[in-house]
């Protein structure tokens, strides 16, 4: 019998897991009960447990019986919910008012307990798998924080591997790309400041609403004309504030904030220069001072090429050649950037529609999928031994 078929044999423990952990969601760096409950499993199934990373990250280490070879590959799930209230109504809803697996972090935990017991009870490869449970990856960084603290001088890892769940796919179905799959998520706050006064009198002010409107328009322009078409890039302004109620005063200052976007570190660097000269020279136009305040994000998650072909392969034997697809590069964030950025290895995407009108990701109405929780475990088992496998 294939992996995949002996773990869809046990599919009733995983959902187990995977709904208590959604009954009882917790967010970035305070996944202390989620924490505990990992922990547990895999000590019960005899896999050394190591805490304390990143607060809350459980690390499981797991030796292979065919030899002695330290040679070790990363698997890595998050464990973090977001903000959001649950209106599924289902039997399994969080019990915590305002929390939610609304992103399948849930799911993610449960197919690496899954392939963890999996692979603590056959134990059939020359290595180490390391079990990557991570806080914090709808911010906060957790990804970020656990490589800061030295987690591969801990924990070498030939490679290191990350999965996603995504609605927009049919369940069982994978995709992975090489290159960027994610992209960096910087974001802005810029506040205008100008001269207020009387708004029949607007000669003798310095008008920042009418002057950020027009750094509001002049920031598209980054977008069409200083990055070239072929490049995935995003400037959007998601808030602008000023004035009060009301409705003859000019008000002295204006503040608007947003994200900026690209999947390549040097045009990272660009829109910030670009995005900083705009600003700056639009309310000089104006006669306005500037405050620019940048906030880097999550680099953009980068799979190296033959860690990508080797994860593919392993797919197609999971799930079939003919449910493998290419991924397009989504302009979302992912944490797992931080992991990419100091060790070899890929992310890949796991199908999880039902339908086509599936609620998506962050939605309140999202549920993970349980029928998937054995094929991503699968994919895990098969990942691992596969590597291990292959000569150094
Ligand atoms: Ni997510």
Same mark, same amino acid.
């Given at each position: 019998?294939?992996?995949?078929?002996?773990?869809?044999?046990?599919?009733?423990?995983?959902?187990?897991?995977?709904?208590?952990?959604?009954?009882? !969601?917790?967010?970035?760096?305070?996944?202390?009960?989620?924490?505990?409950?990992?922990?547990?499993?895999?000590?019960?199934?005899?896999?050394?447990?190591?805490?304390?990373?990143?607060?809350?990250?459980?690390? &499981?280490?797991?030796? *292979?019986?065919k030899g002695s070879s330290t040679r070790g590959i990363g698997?890595?799930?998050?464990?973090?919910?977001?903000?959001? +209230?649950?209106?599924?109504?289902?039997?399994?809803?969080?019990?915590?008012? &305002?929390?939610?697996?609304?992103?399948?972090?849930?799911?993610?935990?449960?197919?690496?307990?899954?392939?963890?017991?999996?692979? #603590?009870?056959?134990?059939?490869?020359?290595?180490?798998?390391? /079990?990557? +449970? %991570?806080?914090?990856?709808?911010?906060? *960084?957790? *990804?970020?924080?656990?490589? %800061?603290?030295?987690?591969?001088?801990? +924990?070498?890892?030939? /490679?290191?591997?990350?999965?996603?769940?995504?609605?927009?796919?049919? #369940?069982?179905?994978?995709?992975?790309?090489?290159?960027?799959?994610?992209?960096?998520?910087?974001?802005?706050?810029?506040?205008?400041?100008?001269?207020?006064?009387?708004?029949?009198?607007?000669?003798?002010?310095?008008?920042?609403?009418?002057?950020?409107?027009?750094?509001?328009?002049?920031?598209?322009?980054?977008?069409?004309?200083? =990055?070239?078409?072929?490049?995935?890039?995003?400037?959007?302004?998601?808030?602008?504030?000023?004035?009060?109620?009301?409705?003859?005063?000019?008000?002295?200052? #204006?503040?608007?904030? &947003?994200?900026?976007? =690209?999947?390549?570190?040097?045009?990272?660097?660009?829109?910030e220069e670009k995005f900083r000269h705009v600003v700056k020279?639009? /309310?000089?136009?104006?006669?306005a001072q500037v405050e620019i305040k940048w906030h880097k994000?999550?680099?953009?998650?980068?799979?190296? !090429?033959?860690?990508?072909?080797? #994860?593919?392969?392993?797919?197609?034997?999971?799930? &079939?050649?003919?449910?493998?697809?290419? +991924?397009?590069?989504?302009?979302?964030?992912?944490?797992?950037?931080?992991?990419?950025?100091?060790?070899? *290895?890929?992310?890949?995407?796991?199908? %999880?529609?039902? =339908?086509?009108?599936?609620?998506?990701?962050?939605?309140?109405?999202?549920?993970?999928?349980?029928?998937?929780?054995?094929?991503?475990?699968?994919?895990?088992?098969?990942?691992?031994?596969?590597?291990?496998?292959?000569?150094?």
């Amino acid at each position: 019998m294939t992996v995949l078929g002996k773990l869809k044999e046990q599919n009733k423990e995983f959902t187990t897991w995977r709904r208590h952990l959604h009954q009882n !969601p917790e967010t970035a760096f305070e996944e202390v009960n989620t924490s505990d409950y990992v922990a547990n499993l895999l000590e019960s199934w005899g896999i050394e447990v190591h805490r304390g990373m990143a607060k809350t990250a459980v690390v &499981g280490v797991i030796r *292979g019986k065919k030899g002695s070879s330290t040679r070790g590959i990363g698997l890595r799930a998050d464990m973090d919910a977001l903000n959001i +209230f649950e209106e599924t109504n289902l039997p399994h809803s969080s019990k915590i008012p &305002g929390k939610m697996h609304a992103c399948g972090h849930d799911g993610h935990t449960s197919m690496l307990l899954a392939a963890s017991k999996h692979l #603590a009870e056959t134990r059939d490869f020359d290595g180490i798998v390391y /079990a990557i +449970f %991570q806080p914090a990856e709808e911010g906060g *960084g957790g *990804g970020d924080v656990m490589v %800061q603290e030295g987690f591969f001088d801990k +924990f070498p890892c030939e /490679a290191v591997y990350g999965m996603h769940n995504w609605p927009w796919m049919p #369940a069982g179905t994978m995709a992975i790309c090489e290159g960027a799959v994610s992209a960096s998520t910087d974001s802005f706050d810029v506040k205008i400041v100008g001269k207020g006064g009387h708004a029949a009198f607007p000669h003798t002010t310095i008008d920042v609403i009418v002057c950020a409107s027009q750094i509001i328009s002049a920031l598209q322009h980054l977008v069409s004309r200083v =990055t070239a078409p072929s490049e995935s890039v995003v400037v959007s302004v998601c808030k602008f504030h000023a004035g009060t109620s009301a409705h003859n005063v000019l008000p002295e200052t #204006a503040e608007i904030g &947003g994200t900026v976007r =690209t999947l390549k570190p040097e045009l990272r660097v660009l829109m910030e220069e670009k995005f900083r000269h705009v600003v700056k020279t639009v /309310a000089d136009a104006y006669g306005a001072q500037v405050e620019i305040k940048w906030h880097k994000g999550y680099p953009s998650c980068i799979n190296t !090429p033959a860690e990508t072909d080797f #994860a593919r392969d392993v797919a197609k034997e999971v799930v &079939g050649e003919e449910k493998v697809f290419p +991924f397009t590069p989504m302009m979302g964030g992912e944490d797992f950037a931080y992991f990419l950025e100091a060790c070899k *290895g890929a992310y890949i995407i796991l199908g %999880q529609g039902k =339908t086509d009108s599936d609620p998506g990701l962050h939605s309140p109405h999202y549920d993970f999928n349980d029928e998937v929780l054995p094929v991503g475990a699968a994919y895990w088992v098969r990942l691992a031994e596969t590597w291990l496998a292959q000569k150094s």
